[in-house]
């Protein structure tokens, strides 16, 4: 008796079960749902992030000749060398900025290399006081690439003034050693985060490959999470929302634009979207392996809404709205915001396109906290 | 008619052992323990009750405020001993009373930290509260030197009732063609866990997601009875065990299995109960066969029929409760009425993103506000997705704009929400202006349909 009961349940239990792949074979199928992340972490690491450092440091020791060049000899030649490298450099940062996670993390490269606006104020009163100490997270809007903007485009109105500034001025000796130790501060931090990553130095590389969960220490969750935030918060934000007002009960602030002195907000924003494209693609240069993209298209296959081709569409819409955006952006949102106001509302689509669909689809999670259970 | 009721009246008041129920607070009290170090571990007091400026409050209780850090630790170490107390059954009378009111209490102070389990532990908490559960293998009854050796049955079966509810709904709510036909969002879920060693390549498997599917809800529904059921008790408990352990491995759910494993033993005969009792006596080399001597009078109290009558009530009360979803138009997971307290657990995967949009009406300009200046990533995960929250945070806003200076605003959100993966759309109406709608039972009118995507 007991046995028979017993049987009929299991019975039922195991056919159910066992009926049920051949009832869904069909959209099994189209539903092949190979998920591999690994290939994406190792193609991210070895073709687009290590590279991307590795670039920047280049860029970085570049612009660290052409500031010791300015500063041994403050002519036209050279400060328009210094400035070349500049918005090299600056660039290059853009597609490495949103990384923030490993290394990166640890070593705050965001806020070393680009806190902005930068105090100009106490750049100025530093330089005359010849008393300045650029360590600690109370002077980061003193230092980084912002400062070094302001040093080599805002103090004055002419390029000649501005090469006095370096040459005949009281404070030129005190002006040329704030440079040079701007950029060594962002060359050794530079240096770091790209050792941190090298197999030969850190190797946080294999580390990132081995995180190759959804939780929240794994690298998927921290990539995620990092580029989520950042582009709410840095690029929406920083880079477009702050300006036009939109965190100031809608008083514009023109002067907070990033690269105010050199103008170079929209250019730089674009290198930014496309870095980030790039990163979401897997792609550097022609070398287009698997990214972000590439998983979507796997994990949705057959769920037919086209995620993977949605956020790429939403990149390239955003950088077509940054291209009837003219320069520079501090101007523009006085004069005329309207095509400022145009490129932050698709900014927007690619944060709720990133925060709802774009997280839920990979599962990754926010915090250790427990869940509903079952 | 009459017949049956006599019927039940008898089984309610029919004595056996206390050894059942002795074991269950036991256990409780052990769990509870354990939940608490664990959740202070975690520092878990730090980012849910102390850094958040702002807690979401449940309807009707807003006066439950955040007592602040000492007052939180405070109430954490009271949840901590008094859990102690119930399980060496210590004051176990006001170890009970102080447990409930302070594990309540703290979860009462923030919407966003609501889980399934949670409700459950409190409800159980208050069931304890009428219960003779210290009267045996107690610091109590040692103290007293009094011993009471049976019960009446209703005690235990109130605990095994609710059990059986929570089973029940829980597995009524996965009869959804979401969760039967199209296996979501276990098949958004199981794939994570594709890294795993062994089990990996299944996880991406469609066909998993369905038996997983499918089997827990034919679980939920299924083990109760099972579990009645004398035959069938022990491979129902296996069942038990096999389900809650493989979701503690795959999910995030924390302590839940565990109460879970614990909870049922209760559905064991008392006979089971008092055998393995005598056996762990023997492991411990105690000299008497067993702490529940059989000699003495059953448990009598003047208070029996009241006792029965509030178990009923609180039975009714919880069949009814989860039955309210149903009285709200429109679609459940979408519009999360009458959701909570309904033991809906893991049915859906829901990502929102609120953009508040403020108008100063004295000078006509515009700006916008994000809920993470104000709210840890938690709540506003939770915010982001739920209309109620939406609107209790742009209250919020509204008094901290009030406290700048900005006393007539409008406040209007525009929130899109993607259920199970699909398309992102919008949530509430983002013409509404919140600061002039009011939170209540009624049907909140200023929540859109839910448009099924492809």
Known sequence: MRCKSLGISLFMVTGLIGLLPSCVEDSAEENQQETSRIPVLENLASNIIVPGYENLHTQISLLDHSVKDFTTEPNQANLTALRTDFISAYSQWQKVSFLEFGPAFSQTLRAEFNTFPTDNFSIDNAIESGEFSLTGFSTQNRRGLPAMDYLIYGLADTDEAIIEKYSTDDNAGNRKEYLLALSQLILSKSDLVYNQWLPSGGNYQEEFIQKDGTDVGSSFGEMVNALSQYLERFTRDARMGIPLGKRSQGVIIPRNVEAYYSEQSVPLLKAHISGMKDFYLGKQGDNDGKGFYELLQEIRAGEDEGLADRILAQFDLI???????????????????????????????????????????????????????? | MKKVKTRIINGINKPISIAPLVHF?????????????????????????????????????????????????????????????????????????????????????????????????????????????????????????????????????????????????????????????????????????????????????????????????????????????????????????????????????????????????????????????????????????????????????????????????????????????????????????????????????????????????????????????????????????????????????????????FEEVEIRAEVYVSLNGGMNQLLIDSSADLTQIEDGFAPKTWILPYKKSL
């Open chain 2, 25 to 405: 607070r036991v256990l409780f009290g052990l769990i509870m323990f354990i939940s608490v170090a664990r959740f202070v571990f975690y520092g878990w007091i730090a980012t849910q009750y102390i850094e958040p400026e702002f807690h979401f409050s449940y309807y009707g209780f807003s006066w439950v405020s955040n007592p602040g850090e000492t007052g939180i630790y405070l109430l954490f170490i009271t949840m901590a001993l008094s859990a102690l107390g119930i399980a060496m059954g210590y004051y176990y009378k006001v170890s009970a009373l102080l447990f409930f009111l302070s594990f309540t209490y703290v979860e009462l102070i923030d919407v966003t930290n609501y889980l399934n389990h949670y409700y459950f532990v409190s409800l159980v908490a208050f069931l304890m509260l009428w219960m003779p559960a210290h009267l045996a293998f107690s610091v109590d009854s040692k103290r007293k030197g009094f011993t009471i050796s049976r019960i009446p049955y209703g005690y235990v079966l109130a605990i095994q009732l609710l059990l059986s509810l929570v089973y029940f709904y829980a597995g009524l709510a996965k009869l959804n063609p979401a969760w039967m036909m199209e296996a979501l969002p276990l098949k958004i879920w199981l794939p994570m866990f594709s890294h795993l060693p062994l089990v990996g390549a299944w996880m991406s498997e469609l066909w998993v997601a369905y038996a997983f599917s499918w089997f827990g809800a034919i679980y939920d529904l299924s083990i109760p009875f099972f579990l009645f059921y004398s035959r069938t008790r022990p491979y129902a408990y296996m069942a038990v065990l096999i389900f809650h352990l493989s979701t503690w491995l795959l999910f995030p759910i924390g302590m839940f299995p565990f109460i879970m494993i614990l909870a049922t033993t209760i559905f064991f005969s008392p006979e089971s109960h008092l055998k393995v009792a005598s056996s762990l006596r023997n492991i411990f080399r105690k000299k008497s066969a067993t702490a529940y001597s059989s000699s003495n009078e059953p448990y009598k109290t003047p208070y029996q029929k009241l006792i029965w009558n509030l178990f009923a009530w609180f039975l009714v009360i919880q069949l009814l409760l989860p039955l309210r979803a149903y009285a709200y138009p429109g679609n459940l997971f979408w519009t999360e009425q009458g959701y909570r307290f309904s033991w809906r657990v893991m049915l859906m995967e829901k990502a929102g993103y609120a953009i508040f949009h403020i108008r100063d009406k004295v000078t006509g300009r515009e700006w916008e506000n994000y809920a993470s200046d104000y709210l840890s990533p938690m709540q506003e995960k939770q915010m982001a997705t739920q209309p109620d929250l939406i609107l209790q945070f742009a209250h919020f806003l509204q008094q901290k704009l009030a406290d700048e200076g």
């Open chain 1, 319 to 374: 950088l077509s709205r940054l291209d009837q955006v003219p320069s520079p952006l501090s101007t523009i949102i006085q004069t005329n915001p309207a095509p400022a106001e145009a490129a932050h509302q698709e900014l927007q689509k690619q944060v709720i396109l990133i925060k709802t669909e774009f997280s839920s689809a990979l599962g990754v999670l926010i915090t250790y906290q427990d869940n509903d259970g079952d």
